[in-house]
């Protein structure tokens, strides 16, 4: 008996020893790869602009249009770092943006218009806000990298654009007449619709300058693919530069017409704009992606962060860290990103290098600025087990792919020439 019992001991400890063993290895294995993902980033500078905290954003909570007085306050919507400054840009912009729409709407009810001081001084408020965040972005700006101040310019023009619009609705400006000792003559004189059609001109130009500034305010960067089509096979980086060669680069994709896009390496971020009828397949980016002006395209995508703005008819098979956030679009189609990555050692890899590894796949949960009332509730972005537990809402501008439709197999590599 006394045998057994010791036999039995000695395998339980045997037995004991070799899982701390297996433990001990795989935990050397953990850290190995955490200590080379370091490293890359060292390299990449990375590292450091994680470290780095922004100036504070000072910032007036939404108040109502009867223009009740508010202290200041530290908005704090996400970390206040390099990573997080657009996305904590874009939901202080929609702050203001539902401001202004809330003091039209008081203003254009006929039975509580507000009185004209009321006006001015919501006015004056909404601009504190808006010069507030031109002076945070200013500031922050020696620690962003390009890609991100071209999408920050983007956002605070935008948002005076509005300002403007608001405030020439609320104060009209009166039309020129002329006294009443005029003659006839002088009273049919074209001088005012002159003035009205030059307006009206110069705005235009303003207009198409504007977007097309996301391609004149500066040279694309190292890795881009512009003014192509038709071509099926398009690659970054090209053959014959390593994968991690994209560690920390920006990838720019713009004016593109029937092609299909690989990119096979981890990068920095990634902006397409222009493309029609594309299928763009890309590997984890470490940041964020903006796709914008895109019609008829297929994208499959890895980002801590994804913004949508003015692209229509197009399916986003994704994974994305936070929210992702549409402007200004319509029939898109939301779908997580392929299944059969889950089960790739590549991805699994690709996932650590851009720092996304355990982070839970917000695919479905949409923020439609477009309709900001059809926002998912904050209990249902956390509770992420299934897209049944989320609000879908019957939102004009996107819907889920059904999950007979969701890819299954991991993302195709690109096809030798």
Same mark, same amino acid.
């Given at each position: ?205 303003? %207009?198409?300058? $504007?977007?097309? +500034? ?6 694309? /960067?190292?890795? #881009?693919?512009?003014? @192509?089509? =038709? ?38 971020? %990634?902006?397409? $704009?222009?493309? +029609? ?6 590997? /984890?980016?470490? #940041?964020?992606?903006? @796709?914008? =002006? ?124």
């Amino acid at each position: 008996m006394d045998c057994q019992t010791g036999a039995r001991a000695a395998e339980s400890d045997g037995r004991t020893q070799l899982f701390e063993r297996l433990a001990a290895r795989d935990a050397a294995r953990k850290a190995e790869l955490l200590q080379k993902r370091r490293e890359r980033q060292r390299q990449n500078g990375e590292m450091s602009n994680r470290e780095i905290t922004l100036p504070p954003l000072n910032f007036r909570p939404t108040a109502s249009t009867t223009v009740v007085d508010s202290a200041p306050t530290n908005v704090n919507f996400m970390a206040n770092t390099p990573a997080n400054f657009l996305e904590n840009l874009s939901r202080a912009k929609n702050d203001v943006l539902h401001r202004l729409s809330e003091l039209g709407a008081a203003d254009s009810r006929g039975d509580i218009q507000l009185p004209t001081p009321d006006k001015t001084k919501a006015l004056d408020e909404i601009l504190s806000q808006i010069e507030e965040l031109q002076r945070w972005f200013s500031e922050s700006s020696a620690h962003l990298k390009p890609f991100h101040i071209e999408q920050a310019r983007l956002e605070l023009d935008e948002l005076k654009s509005k300002f403007q619009e608001s405030r020439e609705a609320l104060f009209p400006k009166k039309k020129f007449a002329f006294g009443s000792k005029a003659s006839k003559t002088n009273r049919k004189a074209p001088t005012v619709n002159t003035s009205h059609k030059s307006t009206v001109t110069t705005q235009k130009v303003t %207009l198409e300058q $504007h977007q097309h +500034r996301i391609k004149l305010s500066e040279p694309p /960067p190292k890795y #881009s693919l512009s003014d @192509l089509s =038709d071509r099926p096979n398009l690659r970054l980086p090209a053959r014959g530069e390593p994968e991690d060669a994209l560690l920390g680069q920006s990838i720019y994709l713009s004016n593109l017409e029937h092609c299909v896009i690989y990119i096979e390496g981890v990068a920095g971020n %990634l902006m397409a $704009h222009g493309l +029609r009828g594309c299928t763009v397949y890309a590997q /984890p980016v470490a #940041s964020s992606i903006l @796709l914008q =002006d895109c019609v008829d395209c297929h994208f499959v995508l890895a980002c801590r962060q994804l913004r949508v703005h003015q692209t229509l008819n197009t399916r986003l098979d994704i994974f994305v860290a936070s929210p992702p956030i549409i402007e200004d679009s319509t029939n898109l189609r939301l779908a997580p990103y392929p299944l059969g990555a889950a089960h790739s050692e590549r991805f699994a890899l690709a996932l650590l290098t851009a720092n996304l590894a355990d982070i839970s796949n917000h695919w479905c949960y949409v923020q439609d600025f477009s309709c900001p009332t059809l926002l998912p509730t904050e209990a249902a972005v956390n509770n992420l087990s299934s897209p049944d537990s989320a609000m879908v809402p019957n939102s004009p501008n996107w819907s889920l792919v059904p999950e007979t439709e969701f890819i299954q197999v991991d993302i195709p590599r690109c096809p030798e020439s």
